[in-house]
């Protein structure tokens, strides 16, 4: 889907009119009419806006034109349900919910605590447990909270 498919679905279902949308965000009701015809995106501060008022994620609103993974962990956030959120409530989109809690990590651990924390998680754990820690242990340290610097 396009941003203007999302955006348009959205505000149907929230009931709102173009005026209604214009109005809570500043801008012009011919500025959601281009967005809604494709002509234009909103920019990044109205995207952040639109984010809180429908409660989607940015990458939703786009779309979903990139997969997202959980710079902690490395689990696929595939829906906005797993993404984790900042104090103010709004998106994190690096990080799942399990992993950051309101501003900060939800634990503080190491890598290594961080693989047995996943492994329960890995489907072949049942079958082939060292196989899943190999595989978290070469895909942490490719992750942002994992990565050491160059």
Sequence with gaps: MTFQDVFSDLRRQAGLSQNEVADRLFVTRQAVSRWE???TVPEVETLQALSKLFGVSINTLLGSPRPLVCQS?????????????????TFQEKY????????????????EEMVEQCLPFMPLTASDPEASRAYLRSLLPT??????PD
Excluded: H, I, Y
Excluded at 75 to 85: F, I, K, N, Q, V
Excluded at 96 to 109: E, I, R, V
Excluded at 143 to 148: A, C, T
């Design 143 to 148: 992750l942002e909270r994992w990565k050491q």
């Design 37 to 39: 015809r494709g002509e």
């Design 73 to 89: 962990c490395g689990m696929p956030l595939s829906d906005d349900e797993l993404l984790a959120r900042e104090a103010d409530g």
């Design 96 to 111: 799942c919910k399990w992993c950051w809690n309101g501003g900060d990590f939800a634990t503080d651990c190491t890598m």
